[in-house]
């Protein structure tokens, strides 16, 4: 049983670039969550998506923006990188309507700005 | 925001009991408590939650306040190998900055 999986797994960028990081579901899962780490920090909620549709959102600008796809994969998008924005991005999955249910992280993408 | 506070490390000695302490003053009366932990920048990793009643598993307890104000999280014999950063957040999964556990020989 695949766990949650995250692409790639480090990219580099320069500022004002946009990157594309993608995310698989553990099997079964319907919901994805991506969360920001900067380095020393938690985990810091960016959204969440179920049903192709975003449900909630964490205090990020409209730089960063989601989607989700039939088969419950999902992709977060940052556009006009900025040096702040070097982080480990993580995905987890859940079962939406299973809402004491835990969430399954993947290993991350570690992004570096320059 | 996380609606969670928690020491910023702690250590403890290996084969001991670590209990980590997690504040949710604000806990709505229906909302759970998770623990997770993360080694290494690793994903995060779930480890138990509870509601009101004390909970158990083969990696840890859980003891919540009566009041649900405040939870421990209890390693019963504590490994090189727990030595990590350990989060408490609330149904909303919004994490704070957890807490540092090193494990010592």
């Known amino acids: 049983d695949a766990g949650v999986t995250q692409s790639p797994t480090h990219l580099i960028k320069t500022r004002g670039q946009q990157v594309t990081l993608r995310c698989s579901p553990k099997?079964?899962?319907?919901?994805v969550s991506w969360y920001q780490q900067a380095l020393g920090q938690g985990p810091q909620f960016i959204f969440q998506?179920?049903?192709?549709?975003?449900?909630q959102r964490g205090n990020f600008p409209d730089r960063f923006s989601g989607h989700q796809f039939p088969n419950y994969s999902s992709e977060l998008n940052v556009n006009a990188l900025l040096l702040g924005d070097s982080a480990l991005y993580l995905c987890?999955?859940?079962?939406?309507?299973?809402?004491?249910?835990?969430?399954?992280f993947g290993e991350g993408s570690r992004l570096t700005v320059l | 925001d996380a609606k969670t506070t928690q020491p910023p490390s702690m250590d403890c000695a290996e084969g001991r009991a670590a209990n980590l302490p997690c504040n949710h003053s604000t806990i709505s009366g229906n909302e759970y408590v998770y623990w997770y932990r993360q080694i290494h920048s690793q994903g995060p990793q779930y480890i138990i939650h509870g509601l009101k009643n004390n909970e158990t598993n083969e990696m840890a307890s859980l003891i919540i306040t009566e009041d649900r104000k405040s939870s421990t999280l209890i390693l019963p014999h504590a490994t090189l190998r727990d030595t990590a950063v350990y989060y408490c957040p609330l149904q909303d999964m919004r994490f704070g900055a957890g807490t540092r556990l090193t494990v010592k020989p």
């Open positions: 998506y179920y049903e192709e549709e975003e449900r």
């Open positions: 099997s079964g899962h319907d919901t």
């Open positions: 987890a999955s859940s079962f939406w309507t299973v809402n004491t249910g835990e969430l399954f």
